[in-house]
Antibody, heavy 118, light 107 residues
């Protein structure tokens, strides 16, 4: 059973960057399709992007194109999501999750709260 | 982008009630519809995928139905642990999109 452990909460200034990590255990990252989603306080879920095994590439939601980079270190089975040029509306809990069974998500990490404030 | 619309946005129900949540897609998504349950401060949990397939370990009181643009999540007999927010998600096209959520509260 795959388990995902995310890095701790972050507080960032507007205009800076944040890099959130997600370590997978129970399976090699090379066998998984890792995705990132976020949830602003009191709001719904938003997909940011993830690995598309059909094309062998990472795809990003257009909303985040140019600001987000998702990478993987297969030697440590750790995935990373870096978001640049942070704004106050990027304040959210960021989740990593595994896409299975035609892109539903299971399991999820516990989430990483990123607060963007001056 | 495919828009997902859930209704109602919230509902109050009692233990033992039958609860139905609907999700409508802005275009046909075949059966590429998934349902999640989220409790406060927790990550979402997959309940149902491909519109009607119960995820392993999920109680059988949860059922999903529908295809095309209209989908339903039904809880046959609401239990205390079912009070939560429920989200639908389409996995037909990128960007993958979610409904706005339905909060199920105690009456």
């Amino acid at each position: 059973q795959v388990q995902l452990v995310q890095s701790g909460a972050e507080v960032k200034k507007p205009g800076t960057s944040v890099k959130v990590s997600c370590k997978a255990s129970g399976n090699s990252l090379t066998e998984l399709s890792m995705h990132w989603l976020r949830q602003a306080p009191g709001k719904g879920l938003e997909w940011m992007g993830g690995f598309d095994p059909e094309h062998g590439d990472t795809i990003y939601a257009q909303k985040f194109q140019g600001r987000v980079t998702m990478t993987e270190d297969t030697s440590t089975d750790t995935a990373y999501m870096e978001l640049t040029r942070l704004r106050s509306d990027d304040t959210a809990v960021y989740y990593c999750a595994i896409a299975v069974k035609r892109r539903c998500f299971d399991p999820w990490g516990l989430g990483t709260l990123v607060t963007v404030s001056s | 982008d495919i828009q997902m619309t859930q209704s109602p946005s919230s509902l109050s129900a009692s233990v033992g009630d039958r609860v139905t949540i609907t999700c409508r897609a802005s275009q046909s998504i075949s059966m590429y519809l998934n349902w999640y349950q989220q409790k406060p401060g927790k990550a979402p949990k997959l309940l149902i995928y491909a519109a009607s397939i119960l995820q392993s370990g999920v109680p059988s009181r949860f059922t999903g139905s529908g295809s095309g643009t209209d989908f339903t999540l039904t809880i046959s007999s609401l239990q205390p642990e079912d009070f939560a927010t429920y989200y639908c998600q389409q996995s037909h096209n990128s960007p993958l999109t979610f409904g706005g959520g339905t909060k199920v509260e105690i009456k």
